[in-house]
């Protein structure tokens, strides 16, 4: 139920044609192939990607399928290449499904294409049971992939953003309280919120410690 693709695009700055096709592949007993408009579909100055259905309407009367499924383009730089994922349920009035605006066509030159080529990367998944919990069902590679591409792209960002605020906060709050506070009372008071900023910097470090593994 699980596969994966790569297509690689050469010559591809030479490329006058409207819309390119890839070869077909098969995953989950479907034909698909990816179809790119070099120079945007319905949108100017963009890389417009779609996952398709092969020969969708040969298929029998009423079919659909849902399907997870990945799209890459790769970069020389793997850290800077560039995904897009998402769930589809695919049926005949809806045979295709992707983005106009996978990318700016200005990023493309910046690593996208080596010796003119351009290498684009699928990995679908078709999800035949637990459709409303379709995460489980994944092949285990493919969901260790979206965990690490998240990871890398959303969560590492947003909890590093946490640790440098953090940080500036509980040093801010240890410069106030040691400094307006002179009493015993006070004292006791003032150990007692940096005992606090330092168990809550300890649960940071479980954060921290927790996204470290997951993408090891």
């Not at 990023?107 to 379709?134: S, W, Y």
Request: aromatic residues 14%; positive net charge.
């Amino acid at each position: 139920m699980y596969g994966k693709f790569t297509w690689k695009i050469e010559n591809f700055s030479e490329i006058s044609k409207r819309e390119l096709r890839s070869k077909c592949f098969e995953v989950g007993g479907y034909k698909w192939y990816i179809l790119v408009y070099p120079q945007g579909c319905d949108v100017h100055n963009h890389l417009s990607l779609f996952l398709c259905v092969a020969d969708y309407d040969k298929l029998l009367p009423g079919w659909s399928h849902f399907a997870q499924f990945t799209i890459a383009v790769v970069n020389k730089d793997p850290k800077k290449s560039k995904y897009s994922d998402t769930l589809h349920r695919f049926c005949k009035k809806e045979h295709d499904w992707g983005w106009k605006k996978f990318m700016e066509l200005g990023k493309v030159l910046d690593g996208f294409t080596v010796a003119d080529t351009l290498v684009i990367k699928a990995q679908v998944q078709v999800i035949h049971e637990k459709i409303a919990r379709p995460f489980r069902c994944l092949d285990p590679q493919y969901r260790r992939e979206l965990v690490r591409v998240y990871l890398t792209n959303v969560e590492v960002r947003f909890f590093y953003f946490v640790f440098l605020l953090f940080d500036a906060v509980a040093l801010a709050r240890m410069n106030i309280l040691s400094h307006k506070h002179s009493g015993i009372d006070n004292i006791a008071e003032t150990q007692s919120k940096q005992r606090n900023i330092f168990l809550r910097s300890e649960e940071i470090n479980s954060i921290r410690a927790f996204l470290v593994l997951s993408n090891s």
